[in-house]
C-alpha cells in the first residue's frame, strides 16, 4: 500500500473524492482511467518536445521584457504584422505594455537582480519617451 501512496495521482484523487463524501470504491475505476490518460500523454512528450527545441532562447525575466517591450515596438508601428505584412499604430495596446511593464516594476521591487532592474528601469524609459514623442507626433 505504501508503493501506491507514493505513485502520486491515484491516492491523491481518491482522497479528494473521499473527502467529497462518496465512497472510495465508487471512485476507484476513475482514477484508473486518469492514469491511463496520464500514461498517454506521456508516450507523446518527445514530439512535443522537439516542437519546444524550436525556440531557441530560455525563458526568464530578462527575455520576458525584452519580449513584451518588442511587442509595445510592434504597437508603435516599427514593423509589420507578419499576417498582414502591414505596420500599424496602436497607442492605446503600446500604452497597456507599458502599463503592465509599470505594474511589474512595483510588483517585483526587492527581488531583481541588478541586470533585471536595470533592463526594467531601461525599458520602461525608453518606451515612456517614445509613446510620448508619438502622442506629440
Do not use: C
Not at 463524501?21 to 522537439?50: C, I, M
Not at 511589474?104 to 526587492?110: C, E, H, S
Amino acid at each position: 500500500a505504501m508503493d501506491e501512496e507514493k505513485k502520486g495521482f491515484v491516492v491523491k484523487d481518491k482522497r479528494i473524492f473521499g473527502e467529497g463524501g462518496q465512497t472510495r470504491s465508487e471512485d476507484a475505476p476513475a482514477p484508473e482511467k486518469k492514469e491511463e490518460a496520464v500514461k498517454d500523454s506521456h508516450r507523446h512528450e518527445p514530439e512535443e518536445k522537439s516542437d519546444e527545441q524550436q525556440y531557441s532562447f530560455e525563458v526568464n525575466f530578462s527575455n520576458f521584457l525584452i519580449s513584451l517591450s518588442t511587442s509595445a515596438l510592434f504597437h508603435f508601428g516599427d514593423f509589420p504584422d507578419p499576417a498582414t505584412q502591414k505596420a500599424e499604430k496602436n497607442l492605446p495596446a503600446a500604452q497597456q505594455i507599458i502599463d503592465t511593464l509599470s505594474m511589474l516594476k512595483n510588483k517585483t521591487q526587492g527581488n531583481l537582480d541588478e541586470n533585471e532592474k536595470n533592463l526594467l528601469d531601461g525599458v520602461l524609459y525608453e518606451l515612456r519617451m517614445r509613446y510620448i514623442k508619438e502622442k506629440t507626433a
